[in-house]
T-cell receptor, first 113, second 111 residues
Framework: EAQVTQNPRYLITVTGKKLTVTCSQN?????MSWYRQDPGLGLRQIYYSMNVEVTDKGDVPEGYKVSRKEKRNFPLILESPSPNQTSLYFC????????????FGPGTRLLVL | DAKTTQPPSMDCAEGRAANLPCNHSTISGNEYVYWYRQIHSQGPQYIIHGLKNNETNEMASLIITEDRKSSTLILPHATLRDTAVYYC????????????FGSGTKLNVKP
């Protein structure tokens, strides 16, 4: 089944403890992206990647890192999480230029204490 | 990418057509109109997109005005499962850059 998977789905952590949220897609998509969603602020793009080793900042990249070493994986790294990064996170992928329909993962709820 | 304006919420009776408007008065000639929806806190789901001609698929129809400054997403027979936030997005196709979702319209389908 074609899908985008994220792990973990739920995470509670403490300030400053490094964490990684994994994202994987099995559709051979070139484009992958991370979003966060907060009440009243809607979906905001954190980082996106147009292909392996090609990443760029979205609207709210501060405090996050990403890497794209393989086409299928696009992990989101929080080196030193803070409470203002408590949010619902979505990973998405799409096929490539001209096929920008994005497929979203199920989301990861993160609580930083 | 052009900005979009949508009403924050709308109601629709079950079985009736839901017509969701979107204003994109600053749209440029090479920008497409995309519609996504998000049911509760699930990942957003693609619905439809178009450039200037009206489009229809198994989920919905997209009507774009002749001047392209506004569009309407039509769900022909709304069901309770169509209750969701609907996002209208305008962006250049073949341009792999930022993707702006905006705040969308919360559609409430009522029995």
């Amino acid at each position: 089944e074609a899908q985008v998977t994220q792990n973990p789905r739920y995470l509670i952590t403490v300030t400053g403890k490094k964490l990684t949220v994994t994202c994987s897609q099995n559709m051979n998509h070139e484009y992958m992206s991370w979003y966060r969603q907060d009440p009243g602020l809607g979906l905001r793009q954190i980082y996106y990647s147009m292909n392996v080793e090609v990443t760029d900042k979205g609207d709210v990249p501060e405090g996050y890192k990403v890497s794209r070493k393989e086409k299928r994986n696009f992990p989101l790294i929080l080196e030193s999480p803070s409470p203002n990064q408590t949010s619902l996170y979505f990973c998405a992928s799409s096929l490539g230029p001209g096929k920008e329909t994005q497929y979203f993962g199920p989301g990861t709820r993160l609580l930083v204490l | 990418d052009a900005k979009t304006t949508q009403p924050p919420s709308m109601d629709c009776a079950e079985g009736r057509a839901a017509n969701l408007p979107c204003n994109h008065s600053t749209i440029s000639g090479n920008e497409y109109v995309y519609w996504y929806r998000q049911i509760h806190s699930q990942g957003p789901q693609y619905i439809i997109h178009g450039l200037k001609n009206n489009e229809t698929n198994e989920m919905a129809s997209l009507i774009i005005t002749e001047d392209r400054k506004s569009s309407t997403l039509i769900l022909p027979h709304a069901t309770l499962r169509d209750t969701a936030v609907y996002y209208c997005i305008v962006r250049v196709r073949y341009n792999f850059n930022k993707f702006y979702f905006g705040s969308g319209t919360k559609l409430n389908v009522k029995p």
